[in-house]
T-cell receptor
Framework: AQTVTQSQPEMSVQEAETVTLSCTYDTSESDYYLFWYKQPPSRQMILVIRQEAYKQQNATENRFSVNFQKAAKSFSLKISDSQLGDAAMYFCAYRAGGTSYGKLTFGQGTILTVHP | GAGVSQSPSNKVTEKGKDVELRCDPISGHTALYWYRQSLGQGLEFLIYFQGNSAPDKSGLPSDRFSAERTGGSVSTLTIQRTQQEDSAVYLC??????????????FGQGTRLTVV
């Protein structure tokens, strides 16, 4: 079974600074997708960024980027120029690739606090 | 609809009572998922629907939990004889059919269930 581990229960960052959230996963599959979701106090999960396992190039979405290390099974999220609105719980998630349906396996989450 | 809608937003029930949680997915989304998020934890998969059938019910924690989907649209998650450990946020997500990389799951805001 696939597992996703986030070892940082809480992180904090100063506004405008950079922060990196860690995620490791375990799978025997070669084709899979990885995601970072943001969950603000409204509880609604919002997709931040996604990565295909067979693409070596790290995904980037504006201020958000990932460091995908397939051999190490590591998938960290870097938030640059942090903003107060980035404060939320962040979840790393795994999904099997190919024609498999979209069941997600989530990590335990990291609470990010942004200080003004 | 414009997004995934869940009702009620919050539900307080007495131990031993039955509860029904409703999810109204995005129009045209044939795939629907239920997840459970216990306090401070990641999301735990419960069940997956493709149309009205549920090919994966592996996450339902006990036979007190059941779900159905009618007309390929609205889904209801029913918890019978609720227990205190059932207290959690129940999140619903929907997506277009298939599990391809660009098939994004959209989440509702969840139902916070408190069993007293």
């Amino acid at each position: 079974a696939q597992t996703v581990t986030q070892s940082q229960p809480e992180m904090s960052v100063q506004e405008a600074e950079t922060v990196t959230l860690s995620c490791t996963y375990d799978t025997s599959e070669s084709d899979y997708y990885l995601f970072w979701y943001k969950q603000p106090p409204s509880r609604q999960m919002i997709l931040v960024i996604r990565q295909e396992a067979y693409k070596q190039q790290n995904a980037t979405e504006n201020r958000f980027s990932v460091n995908f290390q397939k051999a190490a099974k590591s998938f960290s999220l870097k938030i640059s120029d942090s903003q107060l609105g980035d404060a939320a719980m962040y979840f790393c998630a795994y999904r099997a690739g190919g024609t498999s349906y979209g069941k997600l396996t989530f990590g335990q989450g990291t609470i990010l606090t942004v200080h003004p | 609809g414009a997004g995934v809608s869940q009702s009620p937003s919050n539900k307080v029930t007495e131990k031993g009572k039955d509860v029904e949680l409703r999810c109204d997915p995005i129009s045209g989304h044939t795939a629907l998922y239920w997840y459970r998020q216990s306090l401070g934890q990641g999301l735990e998969f419960l069940i997956y629907f493709q149309g009205n059938s549920a090919p994966d019910k592996s996450g339902l924690p006990s036979d007190r939990f059941s779900a159905e989907r009618t007309g390929g649209s609205v889904s209801t998650l029913t918890i019978q004889r609720t227990q205190q450990e059932d207290s959690a946020v129940y999140l619903c997500a929907s997506s277009r059919a298939g599990g391809g990389f660009n098939t994004e799951a959209f989440f509702g805001q969840g139902t916070r269930l408190t069993v007293v």
